[in-house]
């Protein structure tokens, strides 16, 4: 199989958190824009590269008012710092369909290396146009408090937990 450059396909992605409220409940929430770019040859997939970023305004935890705090300068401050992003730097392939995808995530303005654990879930010409499809789901924790997000601590949690279903879709041939 030759090796692909893919768009992230947005409408076919959800970028979603977890995060503790107060101890009593885990509240959930999506990032709903972004773009994306991954270059993979099924064959050879610790080779592959991905770039992801997220505008950091397109909070939304179902709340209009949560979000606009949560876009604020007491949380994420999408005014000076509008974009999240992901860059790979490492996969290691952990089993036939799962990989350790280890690379920079900048939050805040803060870059640290992020872990996702990575599953394939398929590589394929997507039935409707005809264009080769892949698609993953990625897991993985960060610690806002490491990227400068400390509003509300300890009774907001720290720990965030993340799962992306990405979907990414190569031109058409």
Do not use: C, Q
């Not at 876009?71 to 490492?90: K, W």
């Amino acid at each position: 199989m030759r090796a692909f450059t893919y768009s992230l396909n947005k409408d076919h992605t959800d970028v979603v958190f977890e995060i503790s409220h107060l101890g009593f409940s885990n509240k959930h929430g999506w990032f709903r824009d972004m773009s994306g770019s991954l270059t993979l040859d099924a064959d050879k997939p610790e080779a592959a590269t991905v770039s992801v970023v997220i505008k950091t305004r397109s909070i939304d935890t179902n709340h209009a008012e949560r979000d606009t705090a949560l876009a604020g300068a007491g949380f994420l401050d999408a005014a000076t710092f509008a974009d999240i992003s992901f860059v790979s730097t490492e996969i290691v392939r952990t089993g036939a369909d799962t990989a350790d995808i280890t690379g920079k995530l900048t939050l805040h303005g803060i870059t640290k290396p992020m872990m996702l654990h990575a599953k394939l879930n398929k590589i394929a010409s997507n039935p409707f146009d005809h264009t080769p499809t892949a698609g993953f789901r990625a897991t993985g924790e960060l610690k806002r408090s490491d990227y400068g997000v400390t509003a509300f601590l300890p009774m907001i949690g720290d720990a965030i937990a993340m799962t992306v279903d990405a979907e990414f879709s190569a031109a058409k041939r």
